[in-house]
């Protein structure tokens, strides 16, 4: 069975940090492109890092800097880094991992910047 299961999500201040992680199963995950998407309320969802089979990484604008995207192919995981967090990255944060035409997606993880 695919499978993608995101973790570490939470309320965190501004300004404060937060690791996001996701396990893969079910697929040869070395082959796949990896990533994180965010979908806040009322918009749609965005790309905010991916790191490729080559271990190429990119970033969305608002996120450079802050955010670090990393790759474990022994392990089956990706994680996110999630640094100086501001409230306009609350979001609910999925999983993707991508291969030519086949996509798959976790369920998802909430996080939310607030004092």
């Known amino acids: 069975q695919v499978q993608l299961v995101e973790s570490g999500g939470g309320l965190v201040q501004p300004g404060g940090s937060l690791g996001l992680s996701c396990a893969a199963s079910?697929?040869?995950?070395?082959?796949?492109?990896v990533g994180w998407y965010r979908q806040a309320p009322g918009k749609l969802r965005e790309l905010v890092a991916q790191?490729?089979?080559?271990?190429?990484?990119n970033y969305v604008d608002s996120v450079k800097g802050r955010f670090t995207i990393s790759r474990d192919n022994a392990k089956n995981t990706v994680t996110l880094q999630m640094n100086s967090l501001k409230p306009e990255d609350s979001a609910v944060y999925y999983c993707?991992?991508?291969?030519?035409?086949?996509?798959?997606w976790g369920k998802g993880t909430l996080v939310t910047v607030s004092s």
């Open positions: 993707n991992a991508n291969v030519y035409a086949v996509n798959v």
């Open positions: 079910g697929i040869i995950f070395s082959i796949y492109n």
């Open positions: 790191v490729t089979t080559a271990g190429t990484t």
